[in-house]
Nanobody, 127 residues
Framework: QVHLVESGGGSVQAGGSLRLSCVVS????????VAWLRQTPGKEREGVAA????????FYDDSAKGRFTISRDTAKSTVYLQLNSLKPDDTAMYYC????????????????????WGQGTQVTVSS
């Protein structure tokens, strides 16, 4: 069982930055993949970034490369998503999700049906 709590969303102008945090708790969290997904009403869910919590290996959706960075601080049991050079199209509810690492195919991370979800944190970017 894994529990995820996000924070750090807010409203910013285009070009601005935000850092989202996801506190990860539960048993055997080193055995999990943790990812950030985003959802906008009327649009399909999008993958953003992911990492193997134990090893720290990271993965990015093409839309996030160069602007977003996923990282973790194991001492704080927290996964971060640094959002830079934000655009209005980045406006969405951002969710922290997790699943046992062996259930996630590396080639299909962002289409995986993650088992554990946080409550989400809203990011709004104005032009």
């Amino acid at each position: 069982q894994v529990h995820l709590v996000e924070s750090g969303g807010g409203s910013v102008q285009a070009g601005g930055s935000l850092r989202l945090s996801c506190v990860v708790s539960g048993s055997s969290i080193n055995s999990y993949m943790v990812a950030w997904l985003r959802q906008t009403p009327g649009k399909e869910r999008e993958g953003v970034a992911a990492l193997f919590y134990g090893a720290g290996r990271t993965f990015y959706d093409d839309s996030a490369k160069g602007r977003f960075t996923i990282s973790r601080d194991t001492a704080k049991s927290t996964v971060y998503l640094q959002l830079n050079s934000l655009k209005p199209d980045d406006t969405a509810m951002y969710y922290c999700v997790a699943d046992f690492w062996s259930r996630v195919a590396v080639g299909a991370i962002f289409s995986h049906d993650f088992k554990y979800w946080g409550q989400g944190t809203q990011v709004t970017v104005s032009s």
